[in-house]
Every structure is written in C-alpha cells, then in structure tokens.
C-alpha cells in the first residue's frame, strides 16, 4: 500500500524538512518489508482567493484531483485522536484489505474544507491545539515512521 502526505503549503528548505525527510526515509526503509511503499509529500499552493471559505474549496478541490485512490484521512483538531498502536493496527488494516494507498491531507492557513474533512475516511486530530503546518508533517512523519517499527515489532516504540 502506497502511503503519501498531500499538504496545502509548501515547507522551505531548513530543519524542519530536513526531519520530515530523516523520517520518511526510515519508515520507507521500515515500511518495505511490510508492503508499506511510496511515503511521498505532495506539496500544492495556498489559494489566493480572497475569503477563507473560497481558499477552503479551491484547496479541496486541488487536492480531491490529485489524490490517489484509496483511503484519504484528514488531519483536522476537531478529528479523532488514537494512540500510536491504535494508528498502526489501522494502517495494517487498510494494507491487509487490499486498499492501493492512504493519503494523509494537510490543510492550509485555514483548515480544510469541512465537506472535504467530513467525506474523509477517517479525520485524524494530533491535539485540539493548532499547529503549523511545518509541525504537523514532522509529528505525521514521525508516526507513519513509529507504524513501520511497531508493525515490524522494532524496540523504538515503547508502550
């Protein structure tokens, strides 16, 4: 199953993306063996419509066009919360069932869309905090990397 990260903005060079790299690197390198392929980061513009509700649509509607097929999960702080064993028996799930990919979607500046969190199969919260971006792809990257150990059963994740 291929796994992808879809995000409105795009991250500069700098630490921050030199971190989402070091752990998507290692969960492709963990995730291999577990038909766990792909980790790709699909980057696309913030609208520069002018209200929110319209740079809301016209981001949802780039990002429904481009997605691959399969399950699409929405990280929103309004979404579920799962602790990390919970998140990868989820994934095993999804893998086992046949599903091609999973693509985990990444508003901009405003959120995503709430019909496109709402059509989502599954809308993920991290924390009912707000976070940028940047941080989020880290935390998400971090825990696709943290799935790949415990479905491997590789000591990094302690429970």
């Known amino acids: 199953m291929r796994v992808a990260i879809a995000a409105i903005g795009r991250m500069k060079q700098g630490p921050e993306r030199e971190l989402v790299a070091r752990y998507l690197d290692r969960a492709k390198a963990s995730g291999r063996p577990l038909a766990l392929t792909g980790f790709d980061i699909l980057e696309f513009a913030e609208s520069r419509a002018s209200s929110a509700d319209a740079r809301k649509d016209e981001e949802a509607r780039v ?37 091609p990919a999973v ?3 990444i508003g901009g500046a405003d959120g995503l869309d709430p019909a496109f969190a709402k059509a989502a199969d599954l809308t993920l ?9 940047q941080l989020v792809r880290i935390m998400l990257a ?18």
């Open 63 to 99: 990002l429904r066009a481009a997605l691959p097929e399969g399950i699409v999960v929405a990280l929103d702080e309004h979404g579920k919360s799962m602790p990390s064993a919970a998140f990868a028996t989820q994934l095993s799930r999804w893998r086992d069932d046949g599903r």
């Open 103 to 105: 693509s985990f979607v």
């Open 125 to 133: 919260s991290f924390s009912p905090l707000t976070w940028p971006h």
């Open 142 to 159: 971090e825990q696709l990397y943290r799935t790949t150990t415990i479905l491997s059963g590789h000591p990094y994740h302690r429970e």
